[in-house]
């Protein structure tokens, strides 16, 4: 526990000050209302004491001892009062976010750092000329991808309420409002913070994929759909500002979803949900640009005698009244001579036949842009720009980004799955043992198309076959544009990939002879990184798949999976393995004269790859980007990056910045880098043996199931996929997500940092501590990796840690042991490489909003470890208990905002 040290606050941070004293006694007045003034005199009780621990450094027990014995009805609720101080945290500092945003925009200020106008500035001062930087937004490919892994799936209603509070924060960003309105702004808060107490956070019911997909939808088709043109004027104000260059800007932005499409190790998922998935989000999007044409609509009210409207619009409008009778019957006849407003009402309509599959409808997004770009055209040419065209051109901004699919849906499955098909397709119940060579020569006459498998009825082949024959549907129905990639979880030789493409050809996913599929191997385990660049070789010197991949452009896509392959062998050697992968798998794809992107598999914590997303990129290894970033979005990063307008800009803005910055000046060549990567091997290698020693000693799986609430996360109601892969006997077979959740609501976070400290020391003995120092100081690649656990470590609390370990009974002292060990051995290194005495001193805003929630979590943490060890004590059938740990977990996780 790192010492309590004030102020709170940063100077320039008043504002926040402010709200969340604002926000905090309504939170009080709330609680005292809802549950009474005995109740919220106990909510004080304890945070005075949590407070007093931290200034003071109380023990642990004397806060313990004041939650213990609990009702569980009465735990639940000051479960609940504490978070929902969190939340009002949480989005005092979001909205604080945005009111710096503002501040940096006001007329004299500096650029923000970090946004585009920053990060041009950054590249001319670097030496990058404007036709250079044109020349990359062309190729640039920018791609989050929303997972179905909702470790925090928060409810629509409740996403209503915390919009309207964000909103009531923002009005007051103005001073001249009068007192009848500051006080309707604090009504509309009260109210929002009162309905949002009485509704409960989840449902008890296990979310189906549906849920998922809406839970999802909801950031595509309100947030991002909204300000998706705003990033594209910033960017162009951006260069007019630096470079004094108007172009007309690319498509740079695409969005993906896994939802619907995410087969692996979930029985929920398959060919009738990509197919509901999809027909969802067309009619979503569909929905949305039906709107917008109707606004434009009554925008465009130009009429005949005052303005002119383009020959080619004339025409266009003709034709659809002719194509489109009933409709143009439809239009009122005192708007007859409004040729803008009688064309638009026509796109509405047809856009409606689009949603009905009526072969009159638009046929792609292409013809949509058509009539659009029309309009936009003539309004241009008729004096019109400032009397709606960037209404028009927002729209078809939006149109570029989004299609007629909203997202591209991916598709994964397990590679044994793949296997258990074939070997019932071939009749060889040994095929999956068969040697990679072996299997790969088998399957290439199916995976080309010169032989074809006899009909099977297998229930593993018949799903098979109906995924892949709903893609081809799909790309029929929708075009190619609305599925992304076919990911293979657990890739391990070419024969893994020749696999989906026979099955495809088998499932009827043919087009030209040729199966229209990118299909993306994961790379996962350590060892399965360190290999990838002998299966990816193997692949591309594979004649069946090089035509292949002749006939997808000769783009090879890979993705790299941070969140196993951290479960795996520790943080380390994880970081360390993707990094190398990288720079290999780069020197494959040269030599075969491909082009290779990457797809990286984050997840929301820094154990599982969470990262900022300057540094992660600028400390890539150099070609790594290239001006491509696909990378998934899941958890409550999808709430925290993208569910408040202004801070979606703000992160996509810092997105687009990071990845021209990394593409156009990645870090120079380092003579040293060779020697760096020496000692990295040694440091990763070590670390790995302290962390597998760890994991893998005897009686490690109970230790984990007691010392942690891993029992209490598997029986929430997060998601539609199940915990773990199968009875777990050891690590690999639980999940990554359940896994870093665990350890992060006991509080020690362990995957984050174990294993770090012995290496450090180690190779300092090997190498010398200067020798470490200077990596430390002069490697991104390593002062980002020692900076991501720093972070980590600040948000540790050893106490509370050891009180969870100690539910293990005599487990606790052989392992909790080797955990207060290794952790003072990380720190101290870590600090001594950094030349710091204490944790985040170069962080000071991270590190106050740490200390700010400290004393809220805590209580919340000691309430979980009472509750646990009463549920248990019930043999887990105590419902009432389970409900109160449940908002214990979610507390936590919204106080430490992070997961899995």
Not at 233 to 246: F, I, K, P
Not at 482 to 506: F, K, N, Q
Request: net charge neutral; glycine share 8%; hydrophobic share 45%.
């Amino acid at each position: 526990m790192e010492p309590s040290r004030e102020p709170e606050f940063l100077p320039p941070d008043g504002p926040l000050r402010e709200d969340v004293s604002r926000l905090g006694a309504m939170v009080g007045r709330m609680l005292a209302e809802q549950g009474g003034d005995t109740f919220f005199a106990r909510v004080e009780q304890v945070r005075t004491a949590a407070i007093r621990r931290r200034r003071e450094g109380a023990s642990v027990e004397e806060l313990a001892a004041s939650l213990a014995g609990l009702d569980a009805d009465d735990a639940e609720a000051l479960a609940r009062a504490f978070a929902t101080y969190f939340q009002a945290v949480n989005t005092a500092e979001r909205v604080h976010r945005i009111r710096r945003r503002r501040d940096y925009q006001r007329e004299g200020s500096a650029p923000q750092p970090e946004s585009l106008l920053d990060v041009l500035g950054r590249l001319k001062a670097a030496g990058v000329g404007a036709d250079e930087l044109v020349g990359w937004l062309d190729r640039l490919w920018i791609e989050p991808v929303f997972t179905a892994h909702p470790t925090e799936a928060v409810r629509r209603s409740l996403l209503e309420k915390e919009q309207a509070i964000v909103a009531s924060l923002i009005d007051g960003f103005d001073r001249e409002r009068t007192p009848q309105e500051r006080r309707e702004d604090d009504d509309r808060i009260y109210m929002a913070l009162s309905a949002g107490w009485q509704t409960a956070e989840a449902s008890p019911v296990r979310p189906s994929v549906q849920d998922e997909r809406e839970h999802v939808d909801f950031y595509l088709a309100h947030p991002l759909y909204r300000i998706v043109p705003a990033l594209y004027e910033s960017l162009a104000q951006a260069l007019q500002t630096t470079y004094g260059v108007a172009i007309k800007l690319p498509r740079l932005l695409r969005f993906a979803s896994w939802v619907g499409g995410d087969m692996d190790g979930n029985p929920n998922v398959g060919a009738d949900t990509i197919a509901d998935c999809l027909d969802s989000q067309r009619a979503l999007v569909l929905e949305r640009y039906r709107e917008d044409v109707a606004t434009l609509a009554r925008l465009l009210s130009q009429t005949e005698g005052r303005v002119a409207a383009s020959a080619a619009l004339r025409a266009r409008l003709a034709d659809y009244r002719a194509r489109f009778p009933a409709a143009a019957a439809q239009i009122r006849p005192r708007h007859a001579d409004m040729p803008y407003r009688c064309l638009l009402q026509l796109v509405g309509a047809r856009l409606a036949l689009t949603g009905d599959e009526s072969s009159d409808g638009y046929p792609s997004s292409g013809e949509l842009l058509d009539d659009l770009q029309l309009i936009a055209d003539s309004l241009f040419q008729h004096r019109g720009v400032h009397a709606g065209a960037y209404a028009v051109e927002r729209l078809l901004c939006r149109v570029r980004s989004f299609g007629f699919h909203l997202a591209r849906l991916d598709v994964r499955q397990d590679s044994r799955v793949h296997d258990d098909a074939l070997a019932a397709l071939l009749a060889d119940d040994g095929w999956a043992a068969r040697q990679a060579d072996e299997r790969a020569r088998q399957l290439r006459d199916y995976a080309s198309g010169g032989a074809r498998f006899a009909i099977s009825h297998a229930e593993v082949v018949v799903a098979l076959y109906d995924v892949f024959a709903t893609l081809g549907n799909t790309r029929r129905r929708y075009g190619g544009e609305a599925v992304g990639l076919y990911i293979i979880s657990m890739a391990r030789s070419a024969a893994d990939v020749l696999a989906v493409l026979a099955l495809a050809r088998y499932g009827g996913l043919v087009q030209d002879d040729n199966v229209p599929l990118n299909i993306a191997p994961l790379f996962e385990t350590v060892d399965d990184l360190k290999n990838a660049p002998a299966t990816l070789r193997a692949l591309l010197d594979d004649p069946v798949y090089r035509r292949h991949l002749a006939a997808r452009g000769d783009q090879q896509w890979v993705m790299l999976g941070y969140s196993d392959s951290g479960k795996d062998g520790g943080t380390l050697a994880s970081r360390w393995g993707l990094q190398r992968a990288q720079v290999e798998l780069l020197e494959v794809a040269h030599a075969a004269s491909i082009q290779l992107a990457f797809f990286h598999g984050r997840g929301g914590s820094a154990s599982r790859g969470g990262a900022r997303i300057t540094p992660a990129l600028m400390s890539s290894p150099r070609g790594a980007v290239a001006g491509v970033l696909r990378v998934t979005e899941q958890g409550e990063v999808i709430h925290r990056k993208y569910g408040i307008r202004a801070l979606a800009l703000r992160n996509l803005e810092q997105t687009v910045g990071a990845v021209l910055r990394a593409s156009l000046r990645p870090r120079v060549d380092e003579p040293r880098e060779a020697r760096w990567r020496e000692q990295m091997d040694a440091l990763a290698a070590a670390s790995r043996k302290t962390y597998r020693a760890f994991v893998e000693r005897d009686g490690f799986v109970d230790y984990f199931r007691t010392a942690t609430p891993v029992d209490v996360i598997e029986r929430m109601t997060l998601g539609s996929r199940p915990a773990s892969r199968r009875s777990m006997r050891g690590v690999q077979d639980l999940r990554a997500i359940p896994w870093v959740f665990a350890w992060t609501q006991c509080r020690s976070i362990l995957p984050g940092w174990y294993g770090l400290g012995s290496a450090l020391e180690q190779g300092v003995q090997q190498f010398g501590e200067a020798a470490l120092a200077e990596m430390a100081r002069d490697w991104p690649f390593f002062c980002n990796l020692l900076d991501d656990v720093e972070m980590v470590l600040a948000k540790c609390d050893l106490p509370i840690a050891e009180a969870f370990s100690k539910l293990s009974g005599p487990l606790h002292e052989e392992f909790f042991g080797l955990i207060r060990a290794e952790f003072a051995r990380t720190r101290h290194w870590l600090l001594r490489l950094k030349g710091s005495e204490v944790l985040l001193r170069d962080e000071p805003r991270l590190a106050a909003s740490i200390r700010l929630r400290n004393p809220y979590v805590d209580p919340m943490s000691l309430l979980q470890v009472d509750l646990l060890q009463r549920w248990r004590a019930s043999e887990r059938q105590d419902d009432a208990v389970l409900q109160a740990l449940v908002a214990c977990v979610n507390g936590v996780a919204q106080g430490l905002q992070n997961t899995g």
